[in-house]
């Protein structure tokens, strides 16, 4: 008898080796990778978690739907950020979640931008997926609104042997380790879930992952042999009083009381007599400390001269600055062993909404928000604070975030990085870890001491292969001292950092442009090939 029966065929959306994710499966994995990932930093620190937490959200990526690949990278970025940044809402539930939606944007895009290299093979898409993610972590360190808290470099300070990679190719190069082996390990999930190529897969990711374990170890050798041998001894001190407890957003426009000028400046002067004991170059008082300009308020201008005079060192402190248009800058001043002012560097990199508020006149709902009456104002440019024959690089809280900032310091010839700030705002979150832990990385992008002075902690100092020598926790009230050797002024960049990070940028660009390259090629090579079938046919038809 002749069959001829149909057979019930398979669903023909669903290839039998390639079913789609469930969307509730696929955005759970991807939530997963932005829980793994904020889990690496401060507060809870698990830095190793990095290396594999962004394989649950690269395989829901290649397999998920399009609609649930992209709604998932931006759950990823939510959870990421919704997480690092819980601190926020110290300053208003409403800004910790408007910050989160914005900056989750980026995961967004970088989700969309890995889809899209799926169209690559599987070498180039795992080398793409770390470069666009470099570039775009570039991108959000930019500008006015620049923001690069939550690098994935950022992760890896505590692991000192990868220290030296960043020496070399900037916190970037880091991130970029960690991208590629996450995403060639993803290629091997989905080369074994799908029973595809596993041998080939495996040989694949075995070559970048011993890649990425030897790049580490030759920038350390490259470290050694290019660093600059040190010609200055220098014995810091730094001074923090803790001479209030954690600020709250709704002080920012209340200012101190006279008993509350008076006693933060006894306070610093009685610490700074017990730094002399240790006979430093340099005595370091963090942001803020000064009410006001010392040539303005003779209670400033006295405190200072007797804490120089009796320290007989330089002394570094932050305060206000009014220039002659009434203008407010945040300052760091430079008093002589005497106590004579010498020099004071302003503040170039102001906190969006912290110190001013953009387009304050078309926020109408301002007022129901704790921010500030009067915007400081932004100094003109980064300078260098020259302390007898010492060349201080200073930044300023915030500016410590942005290693263009760092690296355009050491360019110019710093020989130390002093990071002066006020993280009372902060409270008691991991905000302040999170944001010493990034100075770490400047020390070590620049092979420079950072001295890094907080009102309320953490105050430390880290040596230039990323160790913290010594620290002083929140609301302590202590005096640090190191003495460190200084490099010769460099007037130059110490690594390719910069180099690297801009590289990353522009080559994004370019992985972005190609699938539709190798697209449009494709399309081109069938075009050629079908008319090349068509011609024969055509010749041989009878006239």
């Known amino acids: 008898m002749a069959r001829n029966q149909t057979v019930p065929r398979r669903a023909a959306s669903l290839p039998a080796r390639r079913k789609t994710l469930h969307t509730a499966a696929s955005l759970a994995l991807s939530v997963l990778s932005g829980i793994l990932l904020a889990l690496c ?44 940044l819980y601190w926020l809402g110290l300053f208003g539930w409403t800004v910790w979640a408007l910050a989160c939606l914005a900056l989750s944007l ?26 666009v993610w470099c570039g775009i972590e570039w991108a959000r360190g930019l500008g006015q609104f620049g923001f690069t808290w939550g690098w994935l470099g950022y992760s890896q300070s505590p692991a000192l042997p990868l220290m030296s990679l960043a020496h070399v190719g900037g916190t970037l190069s880091l991130s970029f380790l960690i991208v590629l082996a996450n995403s060639a390990l993803a290629e091997m999930v989905l080369a074994v ?29 490259w470290a050694r042999d290019s660093g600059s041998p040190a010609d200055t001894r220098l014995k810091v001190a730094i001074v923090q009083g803790s001479a209030h407890g954690p600020l709250r957003a709704e002080q920012v426009n209340v200012p101190l009381t ?43 201008a006295e405190s200072v001269s007797r804490a120089a005079s009796h320290s007989k ?90 290693p263009q900032i760092s690296w355009g310091l050491e360019e110019k010839g710093a020989q130390v990085l002093i990071v002066i700030t006020n993280d009372a705002w902060f409270g008691h979150t991991a905000a302040a870890a999170q944001h010493r832990q990034i100075a770490v990385l400047r ?74 390259a190798v697209r449009r090629g494709r399309r081109g090579s069938r075009g050629a090939l079908r008319g090349a079938r068509r011609r024969p046919r055509e010749q041989a038809a009878p006239r």
């Open 106 to 131: 980026t995961h967004l895009a970088w989700g969309a931008a890995a889809r899209w290299l799926g169209r690559l093979g599987p070498a180039v898409r795992t080398l793409g997926a770390a470069v």
């Open 313 to 402: 060192a330089w002394l570094l402190a932050g305060g206000p600055y009014f220039d002659d248009s009434g203008r407010r800058l945040n300052s760091a001043y430079l008093f002589a062993p005497g106590g004579s002012l010498i020099a004071h560097y302003d503040k170039v990199q102001l906190v969006p909404f912290g110190e001013y508020v953009p387009g304050r006149r078309w926020l109408p709902l301002l007022d129901r928000y704790h921010v500030r009456e009067t915007d400081f104002s932004a100094g003109a440019l980064h300078h260098l604070l020259q302390a007898g024959t010492v060349s201080i690089g200073p930044m300023i809280c915030f500016e410590s975030i942005f």
């Open 193 to 221: 879930v799908r029973r595809e190529r596993v041998v080939l897969a495996a040989t694949r990711t075995l070559i970048i992952l011993t890649f990425v374990g030897v790049i580490p170890l030759g920038a350390r050798q």
């Open 258 to 300: 006279e008993e509350e000028r008076k006693r933060t400046l006894e306070i610093y002067e009685t610490l700074t007599r017990q730094a002399a004991e240790e006979r430093p170059g340099i005595v370091v008082w963090p942001e803020s400390v000064l009410p006001d300009m010392p040539d303005r308020d003779p209670l400033v």
């Open 41 to 84: 930093f401060p507060r809870i620190g698990l830095w190793p978690l990095a290396w594999v937490g962004l394989v649950p959200w690269l395989v829901a990526l290649r397999v998920a739907s399009g609609w649930a690949a992209l709604l998932g990278s931006w759950l990823a970025g939510l959870a990421f950020f919704g997480i690092l």
């Open 443 to 516: 020390a070590v992008e620049t092979g420079r001491w950072v001295v890094r002075a907080a009102s309320t902690g953490i105050s430390c100092f880290i040596a230039p292969d990323g160790r913290i020598v010594s620290e002083a926790g929140l609301y302590e009230r202590a005096v640090l001292c190191e003495e460190m050797s200084l490099p010769p002024p460099a007037g130059r960049h110490s690594s390719f950092g910069p180099l690297f990070s801009w590289l990353m940028l522009y080559l994004s660009l370019a992985f972005l442009i190609a699938p539709a």
